[in-house]
Structures are given as C-alpha cells and as structure tokens.
C-alpha cells in the first residue's frame, strides 16, 4: 500500500481541510478512550492479581466480569478506529486502512504529537496487560491445581478430579482450558 506524503491542504480545498481535520481529531478521541480503557483493564488485573493472592474468590468473579466488559470496550473502539481510519484513508485519497504509524507523518504536527504520545501510550500499556494477564493465568492455575489436591485429600479419590471444559462437557484435564485449546 502506497502512503500518501503530507497533506499540502492549500491544494484540497477548504471543505475537504475540515473532513479530514474532523476525521483526525475523532481519531484521536478514540485513542485516547482506548488508552483511559487499557489503563482501566490494567488497573482491574492488579486487582485481580491481589484478589488471587489473597484468595478472594468473589472478588476474583467480579474482577473477571470487569475484564470482560472492558475487553469488550476495547473491541468496539477497534471498530471505531478502523472505520475513522478507512475514512481518513479515502479523504486522502490512499488505498487500505492506514496504521497509526502510517497517520502521523500526514497529520498537522499538533495532531502528529499527540498521536505519537498517544501510541506510544497504548504500546506500553498493552504490554503491562499482556504481562499481568500472563501471571494471572499462573495464578489461576495454581489455585485450581491446589484445590484439586485439597479436594483429593478431603475424599481421598485416587482419580482425577473431572472440570468441565468447552461447551460445558466434563473434562477430566482442564489444563486446556488456559492454553486456549479445545
């Protein structure tokens, strides 16, 4: 995909200087939802984190509920972004979706600063959600396996204890569950 240089805007028109001034300034209000959201995602998998360690098993259920509402708020300003992206990209006339990092050297400086920030921002806290994520699957882990010795010394079963897996079948292993596979 061909990226177009700078915008001379001298040359579009003064309409058209205002589509793509308004679609850039969207764009960077979707940004920086996504950026307040990722900071949020973070700070309720600390929490997570610290309801695992202390073995809070409700706060950990109503951290996981908050998760998956803030993933879903992400998603749907995925979406938000692609389509101001696709919009940006055929105001200025270029083909495919434009990346962040494909906006910035078109934008007027202002907006280019801001955006860099901006992604540098969402780089760097995508990166704290994927880690923390990370050890809280450990955690979890941990904590099943230890319940499933606790259970065995209790009852003494010499079996392994069953879990459920996808679609709600029971699964003598789980350890699929955390590995993404069915």
């Not at 929490?47 to 073995?55: I, K």
Request: proline fraction near 2%.
């Amino acid at each position: 995909m061909e990226v177009p240089r700078k915008m001379d805007f001298s040359t579009i028109g003064t309409n058209r200087e205002e589509e793509i001034t308004q679609i850039v300034e969207d764009l960077i209000v979707t940004v920086e939802k996504e950026v307040q959201t990722f900071q949020k995602l973070h700070v309720t998998l600390l929490e997570q984190q610290r309801s695992l360690l202390s073995g809070g098993a409700e706060a950990v259920v109503e951290k996981n509920a908050e998760v998956d509402t803030l993933v879903s708020v992400t998603k749907n300003l995925r979406n938000d972004w692609k389509t101001q992206s696709r919009s940006l990209s055929a105001a200025l006339k270029s083909e495919g979706d434009l990346r962040l990092e494909q906006i910035i050297p078109l934008v007027e400086v202002k907006y280019a600063n801001r955006l860099t920030e901006l992604r540098e921002m969402l780089l760097s806290l995508r990166e704290k959600v994927k880690t923390t994520n990370q050890r809280n699957r450990v955690l979890l882990e941990r904590s099943i396996r230890y319940v499933d010795r606790c259970m065995y010394m209790l009852t003494g079963n010499t079996g392994q204890l069953q879990g459920y897996g996808p679609g709600g079948k029971c699964a003598k292993d789980r350890s699929h569950i955390f590995q993404g596979q069915g």
